[in-house]
């Protein structure tokens, strides 16, 4: 049996126990951590038509170059990432208006957009392309939104401590996975713990971007229980 196959698969069902964890401990947020994770299910195929240029080429059970694991991937880091700052921090109405989702959607456009210029026109790689769309739409929610810049470091910290682990049983069981898979050659060659140096940046960056979506959405805050 070619185990590589199933690789992928593997990886993305282990953020999947996360996301189960968190559907069924969370259970008044189920809605936003529904949307949110078929919204990114969707961009989790788009994404990978870029992905795998030149950054990896991961192995999928039908072996297309798109598969049902880029969905559950999507799938389980938005719903994750969307809401796992509710299990420190909890939320009020504030005083500012609602950004709607026009406004977050826009924010998802910015970082299509200078994905697909960044790549497409000025031939920069998929990281580099789609880290520096991802940061203008932080920064454009934060410009609006300057409360949710702590909650935006916060949720990429928690992102990228999360995915380590996943990495490093994967790395367990099948020790030549990474090099592999991802497309060196076209990376920065850096990697600390095994793990390439922009994988930890784009994980940071994922969780920063995604976590403060339903706040600057709703114009809510977030607060330290202690402090209500």
């Known amino acids: 049996m070619n185990m590589h196959k199933y690789v992928y698969l593997f990886g993305a069902l282990l953020f999947f126990l996360y996301w189960l964890f968190l559907f069924f401990k969370l259970k008044e947020y189920r809605r936003r951590i529904l949307v949110f994770s078929f919204l990114y299910g969707v961009i989790g195929i788009v994404s990978e038509y870029v992905y795998t240029v030149?950054?990896?080429?991961?192995?999928?059970?039908?072996?297309s170059r798109i598969g049902i694991e880029d969905f559950l991937l999507g799938f389980t880091n938005g719903g994750l990432a969307s809401s796992y700052l509710l299990l420190?921090?909890?939320?009020?109405?504030?005083?500012?208006?609602?950004?709607?989702?026009?406004?977050?959607?826009?924010?998802?456009?910015?970082?299509?957009?200078?994905?697909?210029?960044?790549?497409?026109?000025?031939?920069?790689?998929?990281?580099?392309?789609?880290?520096?769309?991802?940061?203008?739409?932080?920064?454009?929610?934060?410009?609006?939104?300057?409360?949710?810049?702590?909650?935006?470091?916060y949720g990429g910290l928690i992102m990228l401590i999360i995915s380590l682990p996943i990495y490093f049983t994967l790395m367990f069981f099948y020790p030549a996975w990474i090099k592999e898979v991802w497309v060196i050659e076209k990376l920065s060659g850096n990697f600390f713990l095994g793990i390439a140096i922009e994988d930890y940046i784009w994980y940071f960056l994922v969780g920063a971007v995604i976590s403060i979506m339903y706040p600057f959405y709703k114009g809510v805050y977030y607060f330290y229980p202690s402090h209500e």
């Open 88 to 153: 420190f921090f909890k939320e009020k109405q504030g005083d500012v208006k609602s950004g709607g989702w026009l406004k977050v959607m826009f924010s998802i456009l910015i970082t299509a957009v200078i994905t697909a210029v960044l790549s497409l026109v000025f031939n920069f790689t998929s990281f580099y392309s789609n880290s520096i769309g991802i940061l203008a739409a932080i920064a454009y929610i934060v410009y609006l939104r300057n409360d949710l810049f702590k909650y935006s470091v």
């Open 54 to 63: 030149d950054w990896w080429k991961p192995e999928t059970i039908f072996g």
